[in-house]
């Protein structure tokens, strides 16, 4: 989640699920990044495709060992790379913060006084958590995107949602079953409920994750329908990091929206966006699934690869062509 999720659900009093393992810690209090807390501590340098990553642990115990985590992070920093044709930005302070339980617990991003990113790890987390991990990943995509305002938290978190698995697929860390198998399951949780509004103006959890996702891959898919399958959302996302927007400025969603489609070379995200912003819009995920070619059985997922949007689907997926 960003910044400004993390201050909505604290309002709403349903943060974390997790007990500080220290009391009064500096690198939990309050909302924000604890950037002075953190330039105080030891810090690892790695640079990852241009971007120069700066991890640091605040105090406290870890069963696992630094060049684990150390490794877990060049791993999400590869698959973001992979995505966006470079790290989204030009440093970034990476704060592990141990927390009593297992797993990795929640991450946040800030991008107000330089790009941070804080992990939450539990104190017997194990190797493989964080090889099965989304978050670190989740976190890194919102490098790449400018801060907004927050009835449009639902582009962020939708972007990250839809982005970070493709990206582990791209980087060659997660099978494309998988992540369509996810997005079967899932993305019904995205659509309009009775009584719902539009994307601007719905602040459920569901409709700014999923709703969110599923406005990226209708996003995606029209972007790859209007090209003749050349381009899709990662040529426009990554076109709007190359003008500048990372999580260390504010942009209005406009001009997102609008530097998207001009990299892209076809006018889809903004006409989307205008079509949802306000009313509930009901995508038919059937049909929409039975289009690209995949099927849910008991025995698992099948692609068809004679479906008319299967090309699509397959693209959306495959590893890019660099720069
Ligand atoms: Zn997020």
């Not at 709403?12 to 009064?24: D, H, T, Y």
Request: net charge neutral; hydrophobic share 45%; charged share 20%.
């Amino acid at each position: 989640m960003n910044r400004r999720t993390a201050v909505r659900l604290a309002a709403a009093g349903s943060a974390c699920l997790f007990r500080p393992a220290f009391g009064q810690s500096p690198f939990l209090a309050g909302l924000g990044m604890p950037y002075e807390a953190f330039d105080a501590l030891a810090k690892t340098r790695v640079t990852v495709d241009g971007g120069a990553i700066n991890l640091a642990f605040a105090p406290g115990r870890l069963d696992l060992d630094g060049v684990r985590v150390l490794s877990w992070v060049e791993r999400a920093a590869m698959s973001v790379s992979t995505y966006y044709d470079r790290f989204p930005v030009a440093s970034v302070r990476i704060l592990i913060v141990p927390v009593e339980g297992a797993g990795v617990r929640n991450g946040t991003t800030w991008g107000y006084g330089g790009a941070a990113i804080r992990m939450l790890l539990g104190q017997s987390a194990h190797p493989d958590d964080l090889d099965r991990d989304w978050m670190m990943t989740h976190e890194m995509v919102h490098l790449a995107l400018p801060d907004m305002t927050r009835r449009h938290t639902w582009l962020a978190e939708g972007l990250a949602v839809y982005i970070e698995p493709i990206a582990r697929v791209q980087a060659g860390y997660l099978d494309a079953r998988t992540v369509w198998a996810d997005m079967m399951r899932d993305m019904p949780r995205g659509l309009p409920v009775a009584g719902g509004g539009g994307l601007d103006n719905t602040f459920s959890w569901e409709t700014i994750y999923w709703g969110g996702a599923l406005f990226c891959l209708l996003a995606d898919i029209g972007y790859r329908r209007a090209t003749g399958n050349r381009r899709g959302l990662q040529d426009a996302m990554r076109g709007v990091l190359a003008a500048g927007g990372n999580h260390e400025v504010e942009w209005p969603i406009g001009r997102i929206l609008d530097t998207a489609d001009q990299a892209a070379g076809v006018v889809v995200m903004r006409p989307l966006y205008e079509s949802m912003r306000s009313e509930p819009v009901m995508t038919y995920l059937p049909g929409l699934w039975r289009d690209l070619g995949i099927e849910a059985t008991p025995e698992g997922l099948i692609f068809h690869d004679d479906a008319p949007l299967a090309p699509i689907r397959i693209a959306m997926t495959a590893k890019p062509s660099a720069g």
